[in-house]
């Protein structure tokens, strides 16, 4: 459960989410946080002049733009701008998580009026903390955005579970621990205070008493909140449009923009959504359990290399210590050699455990967390979360992909000493490859003349040396952040080409490669340069450029 509470923090103030509302993106906020970090636009970019510019995108195309994204906005930090307000030029801050947020242009709402009411500035544009994505708000403000009642429901169970436990409701003074609830009269007793207001007798002797935790899950479980419209506020939601994935009224049916698309029954899409969420999960509760069991192998890797580090160590200080005092000087060469061999052998391992570990918390995380949005009974609320839950389910199934789960490192140590020759020959002793057949495969050669860029997607092809002779079981692609940043890796595969989708226009990415096999990992193949399309639509293909 506490892997699961980065989850449910805002990115803007740090705290668990209060009143979240849903961005386009899928990206929650508080509704306060959402208010501090609007900025106002100049009158250019208002949602009139766009319309009549032709060059405004609805939502729904921000929906459509963000399917063609190959990462998830929790794993990789790619995203498409395409069709929106680029992100305001004010200086941006640091927010208690790392996120990157933008100051409010305007000042502060009044004081004697609470966010919800304060108005909003004319041509306000509001930026995502977390995929920096911008949108320019409607006449409707924040009012436009749906609230998650879902994830307010996944707060509050998560904060009753971490409480500590229930007081009495009718001491006086200090509370004690309550050791009943009355499901009639909703309240927590303890024993004195049942005793002498609750008494077992009279009319109250029918009331039924549950433990405390029993009476806090039905308390938990008692009527739902129905979720309303937000185009029409004094209607609940009773259909669900196939088209825009979301949740209607009949009057959205009858006259608004929805009357036309197909749409399906809210029950009957509660339940096919919580279906399709339930089935995702067990694919990737199937790779955690592969990961654990992967960790498992190479924490004992480590003790393996360990052992046969020592068991090699004392060997070859056997051998030396045999020969003549000629020897030692050599032997201590051949001991760091050894070290150097067993220090990187270990620091293989430890470097995948660490990345290995880093993804399995991810997903422990992302699984408990929809593991509670499963439990959740507003089916309104639910599906207004479930596509994006749905869709981050299998990405971060997809990037356990073939490879990632695979040793880079054995824990033989391929080295034997030749103590045979002379004591002449003693100074040109060293170590020999028992297993001179399976070395590193060499540096994979980036082919030029195949790569390129096409609007926010990149084709990246590279090759063996032609004079090669050993082979690569697999290959491993990096690209960094565009920004200049740290690689991370983005292909896993026997493949030798790939298609990156989901860049950031208007940007200049490096890429590498590398192959390895049982043996281990290649050195980097030379730095290749990308630039993305300025724009989209552009329908630009641009050549790209090599560097070391």
């Known amino acids: 459960m506490e892997e699961m509470e980065e989850e449910l923090k805002c990115p803007v103030c740090g705290s668990f989410y209060r009143e979240p509302i849903i961005l386009p993106c899928s990206h929650n906020l508080c509704q306060a ?53 680029s992100a305001p ?61 879902v994830l307010e429901g996944v707060i509050d169970r998560y904060q009753q579970s971490k409480a500590a436990a229930l007081k009495c409701q009718l001491c ?34 029918k009331h039924r008493l549950v433990p405390p935790a029993q009476g806090r899950v039905s308390r938990r479980l008692s009527p739902r909140k129905v979720s309303t419209c937000t185009d029409h506020e004094l209607e609940n939601h009773s259909m669900y449009c196939v088209q825009c994935k979301m949740p209607v009224c009949y009057q959205c049916l009858e006259e608004g923009k929805h009357s036309s698309h197909e749409v399906k029954a809210l029950g009957a899409m509660w339940k096919l959504h919580k279906s399709q969420l339930s089935q995702a999960l067990n694919g990737l509760s199937d790779r955690a359990k592969e990961a654990k069991e992967f960790l498992v192998q190479l924490r004992t890797m480590v003790q393996q290399i360990q052992e046969n580090s020592v068991e090699f160590e004392a060997c070859l200080v056997a051998q030396c210590d045999a020969l003549i005092d000629a020897l030692n000087r050599r032997k201590a060469q051949l001991l760091a050699r050894v ?75 391929d080295l034997s000493l ?8 003693i100074h040109q002793l060293d170590f020999v490859q028992v297993k001179a057949s399976s070395p590193v495969p060499a540096t994979p050669i980036l082919q ?25 079981e697999g290959y491993i692609l990096e690209l960094d952040d565009g920004s200049g940043g740290q690689f991370r890796e983005v292909y896993v595969g026997k493949e030798t080409m790939c298609t990156v989708d989901g860049l950031h226009f208007n940007s ?41």
């Open 508 to 548: 200049t990415y490096n890429a590498r490669v590398k192959a390895f096999n049982k043996t281990g990992v290649s050195p980097y193949s030379k730095t290749l340069v990308l630039q993305t399309s300025e724009a989209a639509g552009a329908h630009e293909t641009k050549p790209v450029k090599g560097r070391c």
């Open 172 to 205: 006086e003074k200090a509370p004690k621990e309550a050791t009943v609830m009355c499901e009639q009269c909703d309240v927590f007793y303890c024993d004195p205070c049942r005793l002498r207001c609750h008494p077992p007798r009279g009319p109250l002797a």
């Open 33 to 85: 946080c959402a208010r501090n970090i609007l900025v106002q636009t100049p009158e250019s970019e208002s949602p009139q002049s766009r319309r009549a510019s032709g060059s405004g995108v609805s939502d729904y195309d921000y929906l459509d733009l963000d399917k063609m994204s190959l990462y998830s906005e929790a794993d990789s930090g790619y995203g498409s701008y395409g069709g929106f307000a």
């Open 448 to 472: 030029l003349e195949e790569c390129c860029t096409h609007n926010n997607s990149a084709t990246l092809s590279w090759k063996q040396p032609p004079l090669s002779t050993v082979a690569a």
């Open 89 to 149: 030029t004010t200086p941006c801050q640091k927010s208690p998580n790392g996120v990157r947020v933008f100051p409010p242009a305007m000042p502060p709402p009044p004081t004697h009026l609470s966010p919800a009411l304060a108005p909003v500035p004319r041509n306000s544009c509001i930026t995502c903390p977390q995929c920096h994505r911008s949108l320019i708000l409607d006449d409707r403000g924040l009012r436009g955005f749906p609230k998650n009642r």
């Open 339 to 413: 070290n150097k061999e067993h220090e990187h052998k270990l620091k293989v391992v430890r470097d995948q455990i660490s990345h290995c570990t880093v993804k399995l918390r991810q997903t422990t995380g992302l699984m408990e967390y929809c593991l509670e949005v499963i439990k959740e009974n507003d089916p309104s609320g639910f599906l207004q979360i479930s596509d994006a839950l749905i869709r981050r389910v299998h990405l971060t199934e997809d990037q356990w992909g073939k490879g990632t789960l695979t040793p880079r490192m054995t824990t033989d140590f």
């Open 418 to 425: 030749d103590n045979s020759p002379l004591l002449q020959s």
